[in-house]
Structures are given as structure tokens and as C-alpha cells.
T-cell receptor, first 116, second 107 residues
Framework: DVKVTQSSRYLVKRTGEKVFLECVQD?????MFWYRQDPGLGLRLIYF???????EKGDIPEGYSVSREKKERFSLILESASTNQTSMYLC???????????????FGPGTRLLVL | GQSLEQPSEVTAVEGAIVQINCTYQ??????LSWYQQHDGGAPTFLSY????GLEETGRFSSFLSRSDSYGYLLLQELQMKDSASYFC????????FGDGTTLTVKP
């Protein structure tokens, strides 16, 4: 069964702290994604990765960085958390075969981050 | 750039049929996907159209017309559990998501 896991369901951090959000998938997928979801704004892509050690900026990369040292793991890093980064963070993975139904993204349960 | 437009809210009664439309402007468009998200949960995949036409999966169907840059999700025999947000997504490789349509099913 397909599985994407995220390190925390809920997280509370203080302004200025460095925050690590971890995502692990067990489907041997090449592609991994980080989104944030805010009410009324849908899912906005922060960063994505097509392969180990590769990363691409999404639509809202400012204030974030990522790391993909192993195929199954994709980390999102908030270098210095700010209150406007309070949000739901969703990780997803997909197969590399674009243009087919294998583009399907499988999502983790999400991490609800509160920055005080 | 890439953008997908869908209605913000739709309301229907149990047993009815509802259609959620999605119009898009994307470069290098491959296909259109649909996801369902219940309150507090993660999005889950419903359907994918890589070619023009209708795809049917049980009570749910999805349609794509590339010439019109348009697609829709059709939900039949609505049930209370279908109350959720529905997102269309498309693009080249990395998907861009619409802002979502909140479907409320009333008894």
C-alpha cells in the first residue's frame, strides 16, 4: 500500500527558530513535493525534487529551503520561522512518468505548523 | 504561467448529480487530475484525464477538452460523505492546483 509519512502532525515553534519538516515515501518515487495550504488559497507549491540531490523552486520558495539526500526522504527547512509561515504543510510524491496517470501525487497526512 | 480556475463552493442534495468545472491556462500541459480532500485530511487522488474525453470510475466521472482548456468532475448519486473539497490539478510534471471547490451535500 502506498505510503507517505510526515514527521509531525502538529508543531509549535517560536519566531526565529529553525524548523525541519521531514517526509518519507516508500513507493520508490522519483518526484517529491512540498506544498503549503492556507484557507481559500488551495495548495501552493514551495519546492519539488525530481531526483536525489536535485531541487527546483516552486511558486513560493521564499523563506524555505529543501534537502533530498536519499530518494525516499525530502526535508523542508524553515531557516528562521516567521508568523506568516503558520500553515498546513503537505508533502507528496509521484512517479517520474509525466503525461500519464502515474503523475498521480500521493500525499502525506500533513503537518500543521504554528509559529508564535 | 499556470493557473486553474474552479468555483469556490457548490451545494447539492443527497442523490443528486453535481458537476465541478475547471478551466485552465497552463504551459506544457500534460493532463488534468482531480483530488478530494475531507476536512482535516490530506488530498487523495480521484481521477486523471490524459486524453480528451470522459473517464468513469464508479460514481465519479471526469472529462477533458484540450481545445477548450476545460474539464469537469461529475459526481453522481451524491452521498453525505461526498461533502469535501475538490481540486483540479494540471501542468507539466509539477502540478499546479486550483484553489478548490467546497462541495456541501445536504439531506
Amino acid at each position: 500500500d502506498v505510503k507517505v509519512t510526515q514527521s509531525s502532525r502538529y508543531l509549535v515553534k517560536r519566531t526565529g527558530e529553525k524548523v525541519f519538516l521531514e517526509c518519507v515515501q516508500d513507493m520508490d518515487h522519483e518526484n517529491m513535493f512540498w506544498y503549503r495550504q492556507d484557507p481559500g488559497l488551495g495548495l501552493r507549491l514551495i519546492y519539488f525534487s525530481y531526483d536525489v540531490k536535485m531541487k527546483e523552486k516552486g511558486d513560493i520558495p521564499e523563506g524555505y529551503s529543501v534537502s533530498r539526500e536519499k530518494k525516499e526522504r525530502f526535508s523542508l527547512i524553515l531557516e528562521s520561522a516567521s508568523t506568516n509561515q503558520t500553515s498546513m504543510y503537505l508533502c507528496a510524491s509521484s512517479s517520474a512518468h509525466s503525461g500519464t496517470s502515474q503523475e498521480t501525487q500521493y500525499f502525506g497526512p500533513g503537518t500543521r505548523l504554528l509559529v508564535l | 504561467g499556470q493557473s486553474l480556475e474552479q468555483p469556490s463552493e457548490v451545494t447539492a442534495v443527497e442523490g443528486a448529480i453535481v458537476q465541478i468545472n475547471c478551466t485552465y491556462q497552463t504551459s506544457g500541459f500534460y493532463g488534468l487530475s482531480w483530488y478530494q480532500q475531507h476536512d482535516g485530511g490530506a488530498p487523495t487522488f480521484l481521477s486523471y484525464n490524459g486524453l480528451d474525453g470522459l473517464e468513469e470510475t464508479g460514481r465519479f466521472s471526469s472529462f477533458l477538452s484540450r481545445s477548450d482548456s476545460y474539464g469537469y468532475l461529475l459526481l453522481q448519486e451524491l452521498q453525505m460523505k461526498d461533502s469535501a473539497s475538490y481540486f483540479c490539478a494540471g501542468g507539466a510534471g509539477k502540478s499546479t492546483f486550483g484553489d478548490g471547490t467546497t462541495l456541501t451535500v445536504k439531506p
